[in-house]
């Protein structure tokens, strides 16, 4: 039996201009697992100033601040979400999950038959 079809889309949050992505979603999750925006961009291979900028954007955009900031010291710095950046973050998850899956049931309905898979 052939595979399913699925779709592979990218969604993003958009008003004037982008509020939030699957990027900043990345650096967001990176956060709350390791505590720092700085290390969460050097997993995904970004620079810590692209990193800043990503977040400064979104929450420039959105109107409400993702992060909170320690500064560092003897301990170091890091950050974590902020409660709205958290309901973002599990809110932006959600959406991307049933729209992906609603979105594999519509590659379903619309080309199937065409392409002569069950």
């Known amino acids: 039996m052939a595979e399913r079809i699925r779709v592979k889309a990218s969604l993003r949050l958009v ?11 990345q650096l967001l999750e990176g956060v709350a697992e390791l505590g720092s925006l700085r290390r969460s961009a050097a997993r995904m291979e970004m620079s810590y100033n692209k990193a800043w900028s990503v977040v400064h954007a979104c929450e ?3 109107g409400f601040a993702l992060l909170e900031r320690r500064i560092g010291g003897a301990g170091g710095g890091g950050a974590s979400l902020t ?3 958290r309901a973002l973050l599990k809110r ?3 959406f991307d999950s ?3 899956e609603m979105l594999d049931q519509m590659a379903q309905d ?8 069950e």
């Open 110 to 117: 619309y080309f199937t038959d065409l392409l002569g898979q």
């Open 83 to 85: 409660e709205k950046g």
């Open 98 to 100: 049933r729209a992906h």
């Open 60 to 62: 420039e955009q959105l």
């Open 15 to 25: 008003r004037e201009g982008k509020l939030f992505g699957p990027g900043a979603a």
């Open 92 to 94: 932006y998850r959600a």
